[in-house]
């Protein structure tokens, strides 16, 4: 599967996750300390989101880090 398969997809998953719990870009991103254009480009696929990063999204969003990570596979 293609690198930008992967970024699409946790993307995807970290901008359902954010507008599931009614989440602002904004605010989601000043949670985890990025700006709202760096959680943008993640969630568009275009910048990869680092081990690290996905952990602090995951606690900010209150999900387990496989919640993010496993629909990649």
């Known amino acids: ?5 992967d970024r ?7 901008r359902a996750l954010r507008e599931a719990r009614g989440k602002s ?5 000043g949670a ?7 959680l943008a480009n993640i969630e568009n ?3 990869p989101c ?8 995951a606690r900010a969003l209150e999900v387990q880090i496989k919640a993010i990570t496993t629909r990649c596979d």
């Not at 699409?8 to 970290?14: D, K, Y």
């Not at 985890?32 to 760096?38: K, R, Y």
């Open 1 to 5: 599967m293609p690198l930008n398969d």
């Open 8 to 14: 699409e997809r946790v993307g995807a998953t970290i």
């Open 25 to 29: 870009r904004t605010a989601l991103a």
């Open 32 to 38: 985890v300390e990025i700006s709202a254009s760096h």
């Open 45 to 47: 696929g275009a910048r």
């Open 50 to 57: 680092t081990t690290e990063l996905a952990h602090r999204l």
